[in-house]
T-cell receptor, first 113, second 114 residues
Framework: AQSVAQPEDQVNVAEGNPLTVKCTYSVSGNPYLFWYVQYPNRGLQFLLKYITGDNLVKGSYGFEAEFNKSQTSFHLKKPSALVSDSALYFCAVRDRYDYKLSFGAGTTVTVRA | ETGVTQSPTHLIKTRGQQVTLRCSSQSGHNTVSWYQQALGQGPQFIFQYYREEENGRGNFPPRFSGLQFPNYSSELNVNALELDDSALYLC?????????????FGPGTRLTVL
């Protein structure tokens, strides 16, 4: 069975500071990893994905994520956070033969001005 | 390109009633997945439809059922509503079922069961 853990319920950072949202995963075989963002009363918006290739993945809105197979992690990062980055962030995983996405519980990011 | 749309936006039902939620997939997409997002939790997979056939199902009881139509739009039906069914229901469409087929999510339907 595949699963995702987001160990932090909340992350608070000052605008302009680096932002990191943590994610670890468990899956049999090669993992396919995703990050989504959700704003209040909105659906999920895709940020980035890791399927294969370079461990550093660049995505939308200046976000990037680093795949670390030995630590089974896929942390989301942004070098300089904006107030508008305040939202709920979800990490998700699927394996090659499963069609569904398995999501973590989410991390609420608050960026203060 | 038209994105994924869902209707209605909000819905209030009472326990024991039945509800139908609708989803229009993004243009060119033949696969629709439904997810339930309870308050404070991540989305949970309900089922997926591919070319009008159920392609897989999560850990949800049979009173959760669905349909996909020839135009690839989809319905989620829930019978005998329970209080715990209160959640945001998300629909996602994709151009296939493979890992390279990214899922695009709609805005969701907020269901409240009283």
């Amino acid at each position: 069975a595949q699963s995702v853990a987001q160990p932090e319920d909340q992350v608070n950072v000052a605008e302009g500071n680096p932002l990191t949202v943590k994610c670890t995963y468990s899956v049999s075989g090669n993992p396919y990893l995703f990050w989504y963002v959700q704003y209040p009363n909105r659906g999920l918006q895709f940020l980035l994905k890791y399927i294969t290739g370079d461990n550093l993945v660049k995505g939308s809105y200046g976000f990037e994520a680093e795949f670390n197979k030995s630590q089974t992690s896929f942390h989301l990062k942004k070098p300089s956070a904006l107030v508008s980055d305040s939202a709920l962030y979800f990490c998700a995983v699927r394996d090659r033969y499963d069609y569904k996405l398995s999501f973590g519980a989410g991390t609420t990011v608050t960026v203060r001005a | 390109e038209t994105g994924v749309t869902q209707s209605p936006t909000h819905l209030i039902k009472t326990r024991g009633q039945q509800v139908t939620l609708r989803c229009s997939s993004q243009s060119g997409h033949n696969t629709v997945s439904w997810y339930q997002q309870a308050l404070g939790q991540g989305p949970q997979f309900i089922f997926q439809y591919y070319r009008e056939e159920e392609n897989g199902r999560g850990n949800f009881p049979p009173r959760f059922s669905g349909l996909q139509f020839p135009n690839y739009s989809s319905e989620l039906n829930v019978n005998a509503l329970e209080l715990d069914d209160s959640a945001l229901y998300l629909c996602a469409s994709s151009s296939g079922t493979g890992v390279y087929n990214e899922q695009f999510f709609g805005p969701g339907t907020r269901l409240t069961v009283l």
